[in-house]
């Protein structure tokens, strides 16, 4: 006897079609998965990257504070502040005056720059930066362009010098910005004037400061510094930061023996010696700086501080 079912039998598309939509289902359960995963370990990651920042601005500000007290508490050489106390704190007896890197604490980077060592766009020494300029491949014309429009932007009034630039110029280049007429309030103003590129910015930067200078400490300076101030070649600075390396030079007549050329006496009494002004850089972080700090301090005391900031960058 034949017995009949009254099930239909499920047909071969059907059970295809459940496949397909369980691992539809599936997939989107996986990508969800992967997708908050991903979310996660970003979280994590900013997390992370949020903490070490700042833990190294922590160890940045109290190796600045450190800093501080040691310079304060110092005594100044010709090409470096010898440590009377912090010296325990710091890991070092002196702190170079010459943008010279020292290390603190493993992952710490300390400089310390003299401004008699530096070119200062403050100080107007316009045959220095001249030099410097010439010697960085900007060229005779190229010098005169950038020298005029410098002392067009930090000058008063509207009257541009034969090579120099004013607000006309600038605003018929489609700059966004025009001549100061006042000085400088951050170096990187410099790469605004006419003449002046990224590329030659870069190279003649590390040689400037906003900062005052008191008159020139070759014992500070690098060999492009040596260069322009003393209009000498790189071998001779190059001899001259041997001798250095061994003993501070102090004299005019030292430089004439060393590289025959002088300082010139424009420093009136206050040449080979560092000023009250420095740049103090510190870089946090290991192998990649995380925080850094660079700072322009005065180092006078008056009857309310013991010394000034006079600019602030971080980041």
Not at 40 to 52: N, P, S, T
Not at 122 to 143: C, P, V
Not at 213 to 228: H, W
Request: hydrophobic share 35%; proline share 5%.
């Amino acid at each position: 006897m034949t017995t009949y079912s009254n099930t239909p039998a499920l047909r071969p598309s059907i059970r295809g079609s459940a496949t397909i939509l369980a691992l539809m289902i599936t997939g989107v359960v996986i990508t969800v998965g992967i997708g908050f995963n991903w979310i996660v370990k970003e979280h994590l990651k900013a997390a992370d990257g949020m903490k070490r920042k700042s833990e190294a601005m922590v160890k940045a500000v109290s190796a600045y504070d450190t800093l501080i007290y040691g310079i304060l508490a110092g005594k100044p050489a010709p090409k470096e502040i010898v440590l009377n106390t912090a010296e325990d704190l710091l890991g070092v007896k002196s702190i170079p005056l010459n943008g010279d890197g020292i290390s603190v604490g493993g992952d710490i980077e300390l400089k310390v720059q003299d401004s008699n060592g530096m070119i200062s766009l403050g100080g107007y020494n316009i045959a220095a930066l001249q030099r410097l300029l010439r010697n960085a491949g900007a060229g005779e014309g190229g010098t005169a362009i950038i020298i005029d429009s410098y002392l067009d932007w930090i000058g008063k009034g509207n009257l541009s010098r034969i090579n120099g630039a004013k607000q006309a110029y600038y605003t018929a280049e489609g700059k966004p910005y025009t001549a100061r007429t006042y000085p400088m309030q951050y170096k990187e103003e410099f790469s605004f004037v006419r003449g002046m590129d990224s590329e030659l910015y870069k190279k003649i930067s590390p040689c400037l400061t906003l900062l005052p200078t008191t008159g020139f400490n070759p014992n500070t300076a690098s060999d492009d510094v040596l260069m322009a101030y003393l209009n000498i070649s790189r071998d001779s600075a190059r001899r001259l930061q041997t001798f250095i390396s061994q003993t501070p030079v102090s004299s005019n007549s030292t430089l004439l023996n060393i590289v025959n050329n002088s300082i010139g006496g424009e420093g009136e009494g206050m040449d080979f010696f560092p000023s009250k002004f420095l740049e103090i850089t510190i870089k946090a972080g290991k192998p990649e700086p995380v925080y850094s700090l660079k700072v322009g301090i005065d180092t006078r005391s008056n009857p309310t501080y013991p010394y000034s900031v006079i600019y602030w960058q971080n980041g």
